[in-house]
């Protein structure tokens, strides 16, 4: 995955890896065809490699634990048909977002050709509508119909 190493802003800047100010680190993914899901899993490892603990959530099937106990959020969903997951967009919401460092991504079609082009259309609104101040939002190449599942 291209931009994996994007995830580094969650780490300690000076050290590459956790401190313990850092906290735990709730990633909670939806995802319909499985692109958002294994992005997800490999942030989390590479997050887990970095010393950071990291609680992984499949928001279609698991419920959002009380945030108090997380400093950081990672919210990952996928896009249909121009609309980001209702379940994504309802944790992104969330007032107790705020005060914990957000990161958020997206996996969609867009972005095969054009990483930027997808954060604008989908992931700035969000941005904009729901007040986040995120340390960092970045949209990852989805599955194509047809692509035979490939990311
Ligand atoms: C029915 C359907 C509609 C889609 N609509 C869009 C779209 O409007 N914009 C886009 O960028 N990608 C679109 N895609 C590509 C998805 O964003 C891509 O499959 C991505 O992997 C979805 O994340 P997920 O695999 O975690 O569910 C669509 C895919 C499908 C199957």
């Known amino acids: 995955m291209q931009?994996?190493?994007?995830?580094?802003?969650?780490?300690?800047?000076?050290?590459?890896?956790?401190?313990?100010?850092?906290?735990?680190?709730?990633?909670?993914?939806?995802?319909?065809?499985?692109?958002?899901?294994?992005?997800?899993?490999?942030?989390?490892?590479?997050?887990?490699?970095?010393?950071?603990?990291?609680?992984?959530?499949?928001?279609?099937?698991?419920?959002?634990?009380?945030?108090?106990?997380?400093?950081?959020?990672?919210?990952?969903?996928g896009v249909r048909m121009g609309m980001v997951y209702r379940k994504g967009k309802r944790l992104l919401r969330r007032?107790?977002?705020?005060?914990?460092?957000l990161a958020i991504f997206l996996s969609s079609g867009i972005a095969i050709k054009s990483a930027e082009k997808s954060k604008a259309k989908f992931l700035e609104p969000l941005v904009e509508k729901y007040g986040l101040d995120p340390a960092m939002y970045d949209a990852f190449p989805g599955k194509m119909p047809g692509s035979g599942g490939k990311l």
């Not at 050290?15 to 319909?32: F, I, K, N, P, W």
């Not at 007032?95 to 460092?101: A, F, I, N, T, W």
Request: glycine letters at 10%; charged letters at 30%; one cysteine or more.
């Open 3 to 77: 931009s994996t190493s994007q995830a580094i802003p969650l780490c300690d800047k000076d050290e590459g890896g956790a401190s313990e100010m850092d906290g735990r680190t709730l990633l909670a993914y939806v995802s319909a065809g499985g692109a958002t899901e294994r992005y997800a899993h490999i942030i989390a490892e590479t997050l887990r490699s970095r010393g950071h603990v990291v609680d992984v959530i499949d928001l279609k099937r698991d419920n959002i634990p009380d945030l108090s106990s997380y400093g950081s959020v990672v919210v990952g969903t």
């Open 95 to 101: 007032k107790d977002l705020e005060g914990r460092r």
